[in-house]
T-cell receptor, first 110, second 116 residues
Framework: SQQGEEDPQALSIQEGENATMNCSYK?????LQWYRQNSGRGLVHLIL?????REKHSGRLRVTLDTSKKSSSLLITASRAADTASYFC??????????FGTGTSLTVIP | GAVVSQHPSRVICKSGTSVKIECRSL??????MFWYRQFPKQSLMLMAT?????????EQGVEKDKFLINHASLTLSTLTVTSAHPEDSSFYIC????????????FGEGSRLTVL
């Protein structure tokens, strides 16, 4: 399986705190992306980082990528209750296929 | 962003029947669409990659005769679950990009299949 691994599986924090989740993958990639999923819904794209990039910011999101370790992290700063969702990393390989990580379920307590 | 429409959102069927799920790209042409399956509280498992005008590429362990995929136009891909059984009950999600190797995926809202 080319599915990636994410940790933690579940994360519960207080509103205002930062949330960090990690992703590890197995193959060579063109890029790595992070998605968010609210329960029972489709996924929404958050941020994309290319294989030649090391860090990227978008609003309250910060993503890092270490291709030597085949890992990435997503940091959500100043979390809000509305950030409660599942977060998935996805890698796009050279064959234009996308494989998702196991996901992190984030709960932000108001 | 681009819009992908998936229909139906929910379907309940009897064991042994077939169910078709449609995935449409509404405002862009999708040369490639992807079909995923998701079990409760689990990740998305790639089932197959659907390319317009050619046969779908199935992931290992996915039965191509069980899950028929057709991508007859640049805006429509269909997944047919044939002779459905209760173990096929799941959340099926389609996604598309424009064929770019650096692009994001746009997702449908998913179809929840329940087989009785």
């Amino acid at each position: 399986s080319q599915q990636g691994e994410e940790d933690p599986q579940a994360l519960s924090i207080q509103e205002g705190e930062n949330a960090t989740m990690n992703c590890s993958y197995k193959t060579s990639i063109n890029n790595l992306q992070w998605y968010r999923q609210n329960s029972g819904r489709g996924l929404v794209h958050l941020i994309l980082i290319r294989s030649n990039e090391r860090e990227k910011h978008s609003g309250r999101l910060r993503v890092t990528l270490d291709t030597s370790k085949k890992s990435s992290s997503l940091l959500i700063t100043a979390s809000r209750a509305a950030d409660t969702a599942s977060y998935f990393c996805a890698t796009q390989n050279t064959g234009n296929q996308f494989y998702f990580g196991t996901g992190t379920s984030l709960t932000v307590i108001p | 962003g681009a819009v992908v429409s998936q229909h139906p959102s929910r379907v309940i069927c009897k064991s042994g029947t077939s169910v078709k799920i449609e995935c449409r790209s509404l405002d862009f042409q999708a040369t490639t669409m992807f079909w995923y399956r998701q079990f409760p509280k689990q990740s998305l498992m790639l089932m197959a990659t659907s390319n317009e005008g050619s046969k779908a590429t199935y992931e290992q362990g996915v039965e191509k005769d069980k899950f028929l995929i057709n991508h007859a136009s640049l805006t429509l891909s269909t997944l047919t679950v044939t002779s459905a059984h209760p173990e096929d009950s799941s959340f099926y999600i389609c996604s598309a990009n424009g064929g770019s190797h650096t692009g994001e995926l746009f997702f449908g809202e998913g179809s929840r299949l329940t087989v009785l």
